[in-house]
């Protein structure tokens, strides 16, 4: 059986000694579909981690959250920041700081579950989308990834980088609630961990 492929077509018709043609050409865009696959891809993409971009994840966030009011499930939202980044960068120079990104963006991918979804968000922040997880699932995702990150330690020219990470989490226990709303609740929630203390996971409360 002959293989399937994408292609396109341009039909003229011309007069030729009275009578009418029809040509066809017929160009494969195989390569041109691969391409602009990947263009997409890209721009999906967070260059560094190879995680999603802040806007892919703003998107799968508005999916998740329209699937969770349909099957009126639970949805949590858990916001991440590397506690004192500035100091990994001004210590170590930009390029650990860039390795420390790529390696706590290995450590998170590694915690999560398969239906989970995680983003940069830019910076040092992260966002991860926890479906089917109320307040305790998500607090155990976000403990198992604060210990995981905290026992980790990254080497870079013979030299052992430890950081750790505090988190915020906001469940969408209201379905009334919009996706920006729920990403607001999850930063007030990591700016509260960020005030007590630093690596801890602080849940949202109104």
Known sequence: MAAAFPFEMNIVGI????KRQMFALVRDT????KFKAHLSELAMTDELTQLY????LLLALEKELASAKRGKRPLSVMVLDIDHFKNVNDTYGHYAGDL?????????????RTEDTIGRMGGEEFAILLPN???AAALCMGERLRTATESAQLV?????????VSAGVSVAGEFGITPA???????RALYRAKETGRNR??????
């Open 201 to 206: 996971v602080c849940v949202y409360t109104p």
């Open 181 to 187: 709303q729920l990403l607001e609740q999850a930063d």
């Open 53 to 56: 971009n802040r806007r892919a």
């Open 100 to 112: 420390a990104l790529q390696h706590f963006a290995t450590i998170a991918s590694r915690s999560i």
């Open 15 to 18: 007069d030729v000694s009275g």
């Open 156 to 164: 870079h020219e013979g030299v052992a980088i430890k950081f750790t």
């Open 133 to 135: 997880a109320d307040e």
């Open 30 to 33: 195989t390569e041109a579909e």
